[in-house]
């Protein structure tokens, strides 16, 4: 039987416990929207699933009942300890591990014990409804360094659903967008009002899914990551004065086909982008800076 509204906050209330907006806890009401997230990440009796912010449990159990291994990161210890007390039989039966604490090691690097737990795997997909604040360094991090990380599916705030998703030439546009593309094909799954969650979040949410490519635009990904994040710390610039400033990079420079020194990066696809720091490299640029 799924948690209800009334079940979460019974749970919550029951040992002390209130949604904490310092760690931007918003819980998932709708069931038919935990469904719709497990259906879109299409996993099998067996697969793993990381599940960051699981809260009361509600997309965990929904899991289990599916046959998923579930492999969960909480940071809060209230919720930890309800999670352990009403999943004890799953754990019992290996199919639940809980670990507590902060998903991420600092902005470029999972919780040690994550990384412990995940990289020897064949595979394993990310099902979460993400707390807002790790959102965009945890994506990052699984699409860079867990090449065995088959796909995320995830409530995120839709501008970072936007931002996953973006196209060259649009506000959203930047870094989450490039390495998506490079590694990943994004696709919208739902929007949801504030109304779907408790309490009530004062932005728009959205699910999407990031599935993994069969090959990644470069197997430098992480070079072509840290060149794109300088390169958009000044978007509106044109790429001739970001590249002399950042890489040392002088005219004349041989630019690749449909870039000039007057373009901006925000309007270059992922595709030149790579041409481009490719040309810096090979080019004379500092490329210890990329690397």
Known sequence: MHQTLTTIKDLLATRGLAPKKSLGQNFLVDHNLVKKLADAADLKPGDVAL?????T???TEELLIRGVRVIACELDDGLAALLEERLVEAKRAGSF???KGDCLDGKRALHPTLREILLPLSSFKLVANLPYGCATPLMTNLLLDYPNCAGLYVTVQ????DRLGAKPGTKEYGPLSIIATATASVKSIAKLPPECFWPRPEVTSAMC????????LTPQTHALADFVQLLFEQRRKQIGGVLRDRFDVREPFAYPEGIDAKTRAENLSAA??????????SGGGRTGAVS
Request: net charge negative; charged share 25%; no cysteine.
């Open 272 to 281: 030149q982008l790579l041409e481009l720091l490719l040309a810096v490299e």
């Open 158 to 161: 839709k501008e970072v659903a």
């Open 209 to 216: 899914s990031a599935v993994r490519l069969g090959e990644a």
């Open 97 to 99: 591990r809980l670990i």
């Open 57 to 59: 449990g509600v997309l």
């Open 51 to 55: 599940e960051v912010g699981p809260g």
